[in-house]
Each structure stands twice: as C-alpha cells, then as structure tokens.
C-alpha cells in the first residue's frame, strides 16, 4: 500500500523572497504542484486516524496532508507588519487550491506573549483570537503544539523539568502535565473542541512521551495521534504516536525536490 506525507510549514518565515525562504512563496508552488500531480489532501486527522485504526489506509494512502507550526495568525488571517507592510496568509493559498490544513499552537498567553517579543520583534502575532474562525472556515483544524514549546525565552524551568531550549525534558508525568494536558484544556476553553492531535516542539520526541505517557492518556486527553520532524514518508503501519512531517526550508528547498518526494509515494 501507498505511504502518505504530512507537510510542516512555519508561519514566522514570512521575511525572505525567494522559495527557499519564505514559506508563503513556497506554499503556494507546492499546492500548484501537488495539483497538478493529481495527489489527495486530507487532513492530518484523517492520517491519525487511519494509523489509530479509525479508518481505513485506502482512504490516505497516497496523499498528501499540510501543517503548519507555533500557531502565528498570518496561518489564517492577514498581519499588518510594522516594517513590511501586509502579511498575506496561508489561508489564500488553502482557499485558492481548495486545501486544508492543520494549525499547530502554543497555548499559554503569557509565553506567547514572551515569544512575540523574544522571537517576532514585538509584533502582536501570537494571538488566539482567530482560532475559532480559522476552525469555522472548516479549511484549517486547531491543535496542539504544547503549552510553552518548553522554549528557552521562557523564565524558570517548567514543572518537574530542568532546562529550556529543547523538549527532551519533558519525560515524567508532571512535566507532561505542564506541556500537554493544560494545553489540550486551554484550547478547548478557545475553540470549543478538544485538540485530536499534537505536535512535539523542535520535533524532539521524548521515549516517555511516546511509548507510555500518550498511549496510557491519549484517549483521556482526546489525542488521536502525534507527529514529529523525522522528515520522511509515513507508512501504513508507523507508530501514530511518532507520524513522520517532511518541514519546508530542511526536508526540502525547491520544488523539484517536493515533486520528487511526491514520486516517492509511488
Ligand atoms: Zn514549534
């Protein structure tokens, strides 16, 4: 049977002008592309699901799902930029092509808000004010990518954990609690619905995540599945808490190298 491949985008790539660079450019070409190749999308859900035992594998083998990372409004909506003017969004893309795709966000407020000074120059892009209607346009889904991203602009070390800047940390029950189960209850108090999937943060999975603590708590928590950068395909038999995303800007820089990708589905 076909393999499927989920597709990672980053909203904060916004700045450069050329394919390799800015994640809007490629997003547009790679839709195109995946158009013209005559490929599926569907949704990250539906790939979940279908290693959860949900679905059946015909109805994703395949095709193609998108993702999009740390949860910047210009996923769905337009940014007035200080310094460049109007941001056009991801959504554009998925409207015009007739895709869907799924927002990864962070949950805390307040570490957005220290993101958007540590990482976006103050700009006011980690809001979670267009969650609800990027899920009502019914072309982008909400889900989770934890509650801090456990990331090292944050102050202090998250419960039960001893270092930032990676999520590797995140290997007992109190911390998992920190970055997972709070985050799944935030979003939901947003959008009304609890998150099914999740992501982990600079794609580290740690063994306790993935081998006990999503199996045990999965089905409290609403998770169907978790995905991770490891940059290849995903079979019909991966682990659905380990799904493999192929990131825009490191699995691949050009177009040819995604049709290539494309072709590797078979
Ligand atoms: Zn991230």
Known sequence: MKNALVLCYHGYRFAGSTYADNDFIALEQDLALIRRAGRRIVSAQAIAEALAGLRAWDQVAGSIALT??????????????????????????????DARATSFVI?????????????????????????????????????????????????????????????????????????????????????????????????????????????????????IGAFTTAGCNVAPRADRWRIPRAVCGDHWRTPGELAAMLEALG
């Open 68 to 97: 999009f990372d740390d949860g910047t409004c210009v996923d769905y909506r337009a940014f007035q930029h200080t310094g460049l003017g109007t941001l056009r969004p991801f959504m554009d893309s998925l409207a015009r092509h």
């Open 107 to 223: 949950a805390s407020a307040d570490a957005r808000k220290t993101l958007e000074r540590a990482a976006l120059d103050g700009e006011a892009m980690l809001t979670h004010d267009w969650w609800s209607p990027a899920l009502a346009s019914g072309r982008i889904d909400i889900a989770n990518h934890s509650w801090d991203h456990n990331h090292a602009a944050m102050a202090g070390d998250a419960p039960g954990t001893h270092g930032r800047g990676s999520f590797f940390p995140i290997d007992n029950e109190e911390a998992a609690n920190w970055e997972i189960d709070q985050a799944q209850a935030m979003i939901a108090s947003v959008t009304g619905r609890l998150p099914p999937l999740f992501a982990y943060p600079y794609g580290h999975v740690p063994g306790y995540l993935a081998d006990s603590y999503l199996p045990r708590n999965g089905q409290r928590l609403g998770l």
